[in-house]
Each structure stands twice: as structure tokens, then as C-alpha cells.
């Protein structure tokens, strides 16, 4: 099964085009052009500016990717939502056209659940235990979810209850119990349940990081490069708060820290008359992600004990960070994590078409 997948929600305009087959999501061919360089200069992003740059650059992806390899898809996938508006109606536009030229199915994609299912770029499914609690965490969304397999008949449901290691299991025992046929099994398999358990109160953790990134003189976005000056800190005693840590909350909440990282660049400017040296910078950059860090890999780790969940995933593009992962890998045991899942690239944690794909693919499946 191929598809083509189209992403225009924020400020990268991207085309894939990929292949299911064999419980495998392949990607054949990522177009990814980045607006950063546009956007940086005003220290965010810009919608009008954002929607004018992708309607400029889709026209040439599309060219890129060649309109014969399109014609072959089996159907198309775009963003819906959330996003942009204006950004968002680009994508649906050239989604909806080559629909109607290439008389090809439209599958629209909701962007946060293809950050989650981005776990499965380059992966076997079988190799996906479910249920699973992940943590989405970007520039606008900070999210806690668990993903399930959505089994309707009771029996089934308590199948799965009794804890089947990998689906490649689950779907064996579902064949022999029920004698279920390929097709009926597909369904039910790719029937995938998303409830979102807890989230940010204000500002989402890669909001702050590119925050604090133009506080410090950095550019937009600013979470490589606070992770890139944090490399190279120097004990100074800062410390920054970590919130509702301690007590048994799990939602987040970012803006203080924000502030105090806001009120310290102050403080040490007033003290100092003049612009922060490097080894500050760095040092702040560091006490900063540690606070960011310590609050994600907590709260993700709490949350799936709390359910008795023993598997996780970190997606969305503060997941490139690898002093997070490494968190949360030196640390999953404790909590009795079996499986940790992330994107296996850096570029499939942040905004880009791949994901599309897969989440067109499997709402494409459950109908199979
Ligand atoms: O998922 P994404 O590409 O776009 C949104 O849906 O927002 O995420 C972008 C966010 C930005 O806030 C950026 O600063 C953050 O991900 N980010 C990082 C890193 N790479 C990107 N944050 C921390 N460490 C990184 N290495
Ligand atoms: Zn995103």
C-alpha cells in the first residue's frame, strides 16, 4: 500500500512518498523544506509569512517528486489539524487537487497523532507492544497520552488485559481462539485508541526552550542550541524550579520557569552592566535543560507507574534531545518500563510528511 503524504501545518512545508508492506512502514522518498531561515529574524514563527512560503514551495515539491511516481500512489494523506489555518488550507488545497485529477481517496491526518505514530518510521509494528503512555513534547504540544488498541468485544478486550508480550503474539492468539480471518484481524488490530491523560497549563516544554534560547541571544528555533551550550557549562549555581514535582500532579506547567530563567538574565545583566559572557550563557543553558529534562522524564516515567503501563514513548521534536532520552533510558527500570519507543531519527521527531504517511496508512487500514 502506497501513499503520498503532505505536511503544512507549521513551518515546514514536506511530501513523502512511502510503502506499507509486511507490517513494515518504509519510507521511499522524504522532501523536507525548512522555513526557519525566513522565521528566525522575527524570533518566531509568522502565519502569514508561513502560509505565502509554503504556497511558494509545494508547487516544486510536488515537481521534485515527479508526477508519474504520485499517479502510482493508492492514496493521499495530509494534515488536518490542528496548525496554522492559512498553512493548514495549502496543504489541504494541493491534497484536495491532485485528488480530483488523479482520482486518488483523501485520508486527513491529525497532526499530533502522527507525531505519536512516529514510532513506526523505518519499524516493524510487530515490534510495538501495546498498550503504551507517550509523551508528546514540542513547540506547541505537551501532552501525556495513552495508545491502545481499541478491542470492542469484552472478551477480546481482557485477552489483552492479560498481558500478550508483542502483537505478533496477540495476533496468534487471536487466530487461535477465534478463528478470526486475515481480514477481520487487520481491523480490529489497527483499531488505535488515543486519550489524552494530562497536559501543559501554559507554555508546551519546546516553547520555552526556544524562550529562553532568544533570551539568551540564541535564534529560533532554540532547543539544539540551548542543548548545544549546555555541552559546555560550568558549575555557577543557578538553580531553576521544577514544578509539581513533588507532589502528585501530573500535569505541567512551564511559565515559571520560564520567568526565572527571565528574572536570573536580568539579575546577573544589572549586576554585571553589560551582556552575559559565554560561560554563563552555557550555564544557564545547562541549569535550564536539566529543569526541562528532569520535569519530562519524571512525569512520563510517574504517569505509566500510575497506570501499571510498561511501555512508553517520547515523540514530537524536543524528543531529539539526548539528554532526555538518556534520562529516560538510565532510569526506566526503576519504574518497571519494559519498552521505551522514540523516532529513530532526529528528523522524524520533528515536523515532516513521513509521519503523515503512517497515520494515513493506518486510518486506511481500519477499513481494509
Ligand atoms: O515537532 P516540532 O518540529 O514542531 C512543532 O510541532 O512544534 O518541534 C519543534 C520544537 C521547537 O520548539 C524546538 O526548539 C524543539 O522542538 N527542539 C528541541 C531540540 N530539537 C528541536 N528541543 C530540545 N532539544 C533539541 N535537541
Ligand atoms: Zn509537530
Redesign the pocket.
Known sequence: MRTLAIET??D?TSLAIVNYEDWFFDIEKILLHSQIAEHTKFGWVIPELASRLHEAKVIDLVDKLWLEEIKKVDFISYTCCPGLPWSLLVGRTLANTLSLFLNKELTPVH?INW?ILSILCDENIKNIQFPFVALTV????NNLYIVEQDILSPDLKSINKSGLDTLATYIEELQNNYSLDQDDLITKVWNLKFTKIWFTLDD????V??KV?RMLGGPY????W??DKAKLWKKMNFDFPRIWLKKKEFNFSFSWLKASANYKIQEIKKEIWEELDEQTICSIAYEFEQAVVETLWKKLLKSAKHFWIKNIALV???S???E?KTFITNHKEKFWINNFYTPKK?LY???NAAMIWVAGIIENLKDF
Not at 221 to 224: A, C, E, V
Open positions: 501545518s507549521c515546514d497532526h507525531h514540542s513547540g506547541w504540544h508546551a516544554a519546546g516553547e526552550f526556544d534560547s528555533p532554540g532547543g539544539k540551548i542543548w514530537g521534536g524536543v531529539a534531545n539526548e532526555l532526529p521527531s520533528t515536523d
